[in-house]
């Protein structure tokens, strides 16, 4: 593979190449092999039911340890040769609701949310729940979080999920009813806008997915960001915050995409990731991929995550 063109090193479609260059540099051969390999499969412990040493014995037969970023995350390695992942869903610590399947990637930005004690926040595209789990959880049950999709079908597995998490502070929005959303107003301290995106983070737990994903796929995804993320200013207070996330390397969806918002609605002003990391999650935090001080860019190759981009917004008073 090494005398191959840059795009065939590194699997990432040659359309896609130029972004990719353009963002890593000399490194995007290497990002882009990073996400073709084997993934890992990582947990967040559930600390509304148990601590991380609790999950790390009861799993001990998996080669498990704790995660090098997320405080509450623990991580199964990514199976070798013939090996297959393992079912963690069919352990009983499962069942009980110790744990969740969800990358660390997830866990950061969930956690890089903010979501605190006695908080209203809205989930905007909370799909199957991951990181509403993950905010109830550091919310420590009160509050309140409202979680909404269009869809109501990607909404589905949240009911069960929450019953077996143990979270109370919850409450599900019927997919897609635009008025019921509207009705809650400008309240919110937190919402978090997890886009519909390309999704070219994950790649490396859907490779297929690489090779179906057409230029214009991503001028759908990006009609798409702008129009929730201008459904998100109408919902946060004065004061409260917006959290753009998406699992997408592209700046098109990223970068691009808060500047396209920031030019558009006044008012609203970026939190560099730093002083939000400080603030969520102690300790020093990574550089971002993309090198830039205001967004939080993951990668696999980088950080050891999926591929997930962080932006926090701040409406001003």
């Known amino acids: 593979l090494d005398g191959a063109p840059p795009h065939v090193q590194a699997d990432v479609p040659q359309w896609i190449w130029p972004r ?13 092999r990073a996400l073709a390999a084997r993934a890992p499969t990582d947990l967040r412990v559930n600390t509304l039911k148990a601590a991380r040493d609790k999950v790390l014995k009861a799993l001990k037969d998996f080669n498990i340890a704790e995660t090098a970023l997320a405080p509450n995350g623990v991580r199964v390695p990514p199976p070798q040769g013939a090996q297959r992942t393992p079912n963690l869903q ?3 610590a499962f ?26 926040v809205l989930d905007l595209c909370a799909g199957g729940g991951g990181k509403t789990l993950a905010m109830a959880a550091a919310m420590q049950n009160t509050g309140q979080i409202y979680a909404y999709d269009t869809d109501r079908l990607r909404l589905k597995p949240i009911f069960e999920r929450v019953k077996r998490a143990g979270v109370r502070n919850v409450q599900v929005l019927r997919g897609g009813d635009e008025a019921a959303l509207a009705a809650l107003g400008a309240k919110f301290d937190v919402v978090l806008v997890d886009a519909p995106c390309t999704g070219t983070g994950v790649w490396r737990r859907r490779p297929e ?20 993320l201008a459904t998100a200013a109408r919902h946060v207070k004065p004061g409260g915050r917006i959290v753009y996330v998406t699992c997408s390397l592209l700046p098109d969806e990223n970068g691009v995409a808060v500047e396209r918002f920031l030019a558009a609605h006044a008012g609203f002003e970026p939190v560099p990731y730093r002083d939000v990391w400080r603030q969520r999650l102690g300790g020093e935090p990574p550089a971002s991929a993309d090198g830039r001080d205001d967004g939080l860019l993951l990668t696999p190759a980088s950080h050891g995550t999926d591929g997930f981009y962080c932006m926090t917004l701040r409406r001003l008073s």
């Open 90 to 92: 069919a352990e009983a």
């Open 209 to 228: 997915a690489k090779w179906r994903l057409k230029p214009e796929s991503l001028a759908a995804r990006q009609a798409e960001q702008a129009s929730v």
């Open 20 to 32: 990719f260059g353009a963002l890593f540099g000399d490194r995007a051969v290497a990002e882009g």
């Open 95 to 120: 069942q009980a609701g110790w744990f969740e399947i969800q990358d660390e990637g997830s866990q950061i930005v969930a956690a890089l949310a903010g979501a605190g004690a006695r908080q209203q």
